[in-house]
């Protein structure tokens, strides 16, 4: 009777965990309301502690955030993700995208 409450992993989260990356932009928003998109970070890898997922690029982190309270969806070309939700790095909502080095 147990195996209902397990919970199932998120599979995006399980196929971006340790994945090498390319590139990360931020999306951001100019004065007059058009999206542009910053590069903040190349090379580096995704990894996944416990409950918090972390960028890295770098020494440095770039997204540092709760597991759960992120939203993930995979790019349609396969060769990233975006990732939504609060950063603790910069302590408030980010919106990013993460490109894989190698997405085949």
């Given at each position: 009777?147990?195996?209902?409450?397990?919970r199932k992993?998120?599979?995006?989260?399980?196929?971006m965990d340790?994945?090498?990356?390319k590139?990360?932009?931020?999306?951001?928003?100019k004065a007059?309301?058009?999206?542009?998109?910053?590069?903040?970070?190349?090379t580096?890898?995704?990894?996944?502690?416990?409950k918090?997922i972390?960028?890295?690029?770098g020494?440095?982190?770039?997204?540092k955030?709760?597991?759960?309270?992120?939203e993930?969806?995979?790019?349609?070309?396969?060769?990233?993700?975006?990732?939504?939700?609060?950063?603790?790095?910069?302590?408030?909502?980010?919106?990013?995208?993460?490109?894989y080095?190698y997405?085949?």
């Amino acid at each position: 009777m147990f195996w209902f409450s397990k919970r199932k992993k998120n599979p995006v989260l399980n196929e971006m965990d340790g994945r090498e990356v390319k590139y990360v932009t931020r999306r951001s928003y100019k004065a007059d309301g058009s999206p542009e998109e910053i590069i903040v970070g190349q090379t580096g890898r995704i990894v996944l502690i416990d409950k918090e997922i972390r960028i890295l690029c770098g020494e440095t982190d770039v997204f540092k955030g709760d597991v759960n309270a992120c939203e993930y969806f995979r790019l349609m070309s396969g060769n990233g993700i975006t990732v939504t939700g609060f950063n603790n790095v910069i302590e408030k909502e980010d919106h990013i995208t993460v490109y894989y080095k190698y997405h085949r």
